[in-house]
């Protein structure tokens, strides 16, 4: 309509309509659009950019998502921390590529935030590299960024599967040491890692924990681990 009226849309009408799709998760609609604004001579700019790894990253079009994120700089056009954490959470089931776009990032003098720290962390989580998943912990803290409840949680779970109890231990703690309040997830992860090495005694407490919280019903993933850890005495 904008066109047959010679009003023609601006990047800001562009970026906006890509985002929509981005959104929706269309990113065949998005993909259209993008290279209808070379050929109409509008020029992206980083939230297009942004917009179309997101997209990709959301379509599971984790090679589309890439190849966004390395034109920009041929476009001559500087990533940001949400280019960055597009990116990574594109490449999520990857760990070691994702992982790879953390020293570029601090090379290219882009601050990491919670977001592109907890997508890493998740990354190196589902490819059950718990020491990399607790170094990015660590770093978080030396960089004076909060981790959340998320990151957290995520970490409990990694050391889970990296049979870490200890660490997925003193996570817990730090979690009541900045205020944060465990869930379910919280506590099916932390009971199950105890249960992994027989910590009966542990996990126990930490059922009735979870059972004086009125706001929180254990689920059967949660007494099962108990159970299990109880059994194995």
Not at 81 to 88: D, I, P, T
Request: charged share 10%.
């Amino acid at each position: 309509q904008m066109q047959q009226g010679h009003s023609y849309p601006n990047v800001f009408a562009y970026n906006s309509i890509i985002s929509a799709y981005e959104k929706s998760g269309h990113w065949q609609h998005a993909l259209h659009l993008f290279r209808m604004m070379s050929f109409m001579q509008v020029f992206p700019t980083v939230v297009s950019y942004n917009s179309m790894i997101t997209a990709c990253a959301k379509g599971g079009e984790w090679q589309r998502a890439l190849h966004f994120f390395q034109s920009m700089r041929q476009q001559k056009l500087s990533p940001n921390v949400v280019s960055f954490s597009a990116a990574m959470s594109a490449l999520e089931s990857l760990w070691q590529e994702a992982l790879s776009l953390f020293p570029t990032m601090l090379a290219a003098r882009v601050t990491p935030d919670v977001v592109s720290c907890n997508t890493l962390i998740s990354s190196c989580e589902k490819g059950k590299a718990w020491e990399k998943a607790i170094q990015l912990f660590q770093h978080m803290m030396v960089s004076k960024l909060r981790p959340n409840l998320v990151s957290c949680n995520t970490i409990i779970s990694s050391c889970h599967k990296g049979w870490q109890w200890q660490q997925a231990l003193w996570t817990f703690q730090k979690m009541l040491d900045w205020k944060l309040l465990p869930n379910l997830v919280t506590y099916s992860s932390l009971i199950s890692s105890l249960e992994t090495h027989g910590e009966w005694q542990l996990a126990v407490h930490f059922l009735n924990t979870c059972n004086a919280n009125s706001k929180m019903f254990p689920d059967v993933i949660i007494y099962n681990a108990t159970i299990s850890s109880c059994a194995a005495v």
